[in-house]
T-cell receptor, first 114, second 113 residues
Framework: DVKVTQSSRYLVKRTGEKVFLECVQD?????MFWYRQDPGLGLRLIYF???????EKGDIPEGYSVSREKKERFSLILESASTNQTSMYLC?????????????FGSGTRLTVV | DQQVKQNSPSLSVQEGRISILNCDYT??????FLWYKKYPAEGPTFLIS???IKDKNEDGRFTVFLNKSAKHLSLHIVPSQPGDSAVYFC????????????WGAGTKLIIKP
């Protein structure tokens, strides 16, 4: 069964901490994405990557950075966590060969910054 | 500017009846649409899609209708079941990218027993 795995389901971090969210996919997908989901705002794209070591800013990149050293792994970094970064974080991957643009999502990481 | 809009944050439907979830879009260049379903504490999963060359696509209890002139699509679930209670997102590929999706805000569907 194909999977996108996010390392943590729940995290609680203190303001100012550096936070790492890890995502691994086993489908050999080129594209990987980080979203955050907030009530009433839907899914907002933070960063995406279409190849190893490549990254592009999404709609809300401020306060975040990413790393993609290997094709299967895409990491989201909160340089200095703030309370407004409390959210559900979702990682997804996709293949550009798929006509239906289908994304496979991980189960999400619920991050609380206190 | 949100180009895909789901104007109903929530919808409550009796079990066995039809659920209709709506989505509007502003960009007439969109040529493909997808619906995803999301349970709490899980990632969204792909449900059904439709190409702009069609006006209807059916998969079991789920049917998506597309009205291009009105820039409107709808997801029909018949009959609604308790397991359909979830948040439903509609999405469309971003015009300037062949792999980025633009997402609606989602509609929370509650099926009452």
């Amino acid at each position: 069964d194909v999977k996108v795995t996010q390392s943590s389901r729940y995290l609680v971090k203190r303001t100012g901490e550096k936070v790492f969210l890890e995502c691994v996919q086993d489908m050999d997908h080129e594209n990987m994405f980080w979203y955050r989901q907030d009530p009433g705002l839907g899914l907002r794209l933070i960063y995406f990557s279409y190849d190893v070591k490549m990254k592009e800013k999404g709609d809300i990149p401020e306060g975040y950075s990413v790393s993609r050293e290997k094709k299967e792994r895409f990491s989201l970094i909160l340089e200095s966590a703030s309370t407004n970064q409390t959210s559900m974080y979702l990682c997804a991957s996709s293949s550009p060969d798929r006509f239906d643009y289908g994304y496979t999502f991980g189960s999400g990481t619920r991050l609380t910054v206190v | 500017d949100q180009q895909v809009k789901q104007n109903s944050p929530s919808l409550s439907v009796q079990e066995g009846r039809i659920s209709i979830l709506n989505c509007d879009y502003t960009n007439s260049m969109f040529d493909y649409f997808l619906w995803y379903k999301k349970y709490p504490a899980e990632g969204p999963t792909f449900l059904i899609s439709i190409s702009s060359i069609k006006d209807k696509n059916e998969d079991g209890r789920f049917t998506v209708f597309l009205n291009k002139s009105a820039k409107h699509l709808s997801l029909h679930i018949v009959p609604s079941q308790p397991g359909d209670s979830a948040v439903y997102f509609c999405a469309a590929p971003r015009g300037d990218s062949n792999y980025q999706l633009i997402w609606g805000a989602g509609t929370k569907l509650i099926i009452k027993p």
